[in-house]
């Protein structure tokens, strides 16, 4: 599976979000919005990007869940090569949290409880991802 059918995947299950706005990133792949804000985008080679608090992309990082963003590691810019289909949970559940945390959904208490716990999504397939 190329690439692109990876952003694809990944941008069959977060447009039906509620008031997910999917668009074309200006520098190719495919961006999505919530309210006018970008939840984050995925680039033709495969990459996601996401902007999140500082801290929150510390925690991710030192989790093992994201990378530092290739061009601005010390940002809240975090990023997630796909590699295979097998990845597309891990980002769709990166993109999952940058959207509640946009629209304000509640959060457990601290950020490493968010960061550590298991990665539920990893056994199911892309039908079953919450909406």
């Not at 690439?3 to 792949?29: M, Q, S």
């Not at 997630?80 to 959207?99: G, I, T």
């Amino acid at each position: 599976m190329g690439t692109i059918d990876l952003a694809e995947l990944v941008a069959g299950i977060v447009k039906h979000w509620n008031g997910v706005d999917v668009r074309p990133y200006r520098f190719g792949g495919v961006e999505f919005r919530l309210d006018h804000r970008e939840i984050g985008h995925v680039h033709v080679n495969g990459v996601a990007d996401l902007l999140m608090p500082v801290r929150l992309r510390r925690d991710l990082v030192a989790a093992g869940r994201a990378e530092p963003h290739r061009t601005q590691p010390h940002s809240g810019w975090i990023s997630f090569r796909m590699r295979s289909e097998h990845d597309v949970p891990a980002v769709v559940e990166l993109f999952r949290l940058n959207y509640d945390r946009l629209r304000g959904v509640a959060r457990p208490r601290s950020v490493t409880s968010l960061v550590t716990r298991p990665t539920l999504l990893a056994d199911r397939s892309a039908d079953d991802l919450p909406a």
